[in-house]
């Protein structure tokens, strides 16, 4: 898990490890995205991603 944070946060522009995002920790924050990684079930991070895809769709339905 360690590995693949490190790995992918070299990829995303002023990325933020563990970072605080509203009520939540994410894995990876950067400018203009999220990275949650799960090696395992989806079910502990279900609150999570309910969260910040409810909040993306407001997002681009307020861009459109």
């Known amino acids: 898990h360690a590995a693949l944070k490190a790995r992918y946060a ?3 522009r002023d990325a933020r490890v ?10 990876i924050a950067g400018v203009d995205e999220l990275v949650e990684i ?12 309910e969260r910040h895809l409810a909040e993306l769709t407001r997002t681009e339905a307020t861009v459109e």
């Open 10 to 12: 070299a990829s995303i």
């Open 18 to 27: 563990e970072a605080q995002v509203e009520a939540f920790v994410v894995d």
């Open 38 to 49: 799960q090696t395992a079930s989806f079910a502990s991070a279900r609150r999570k991603l």
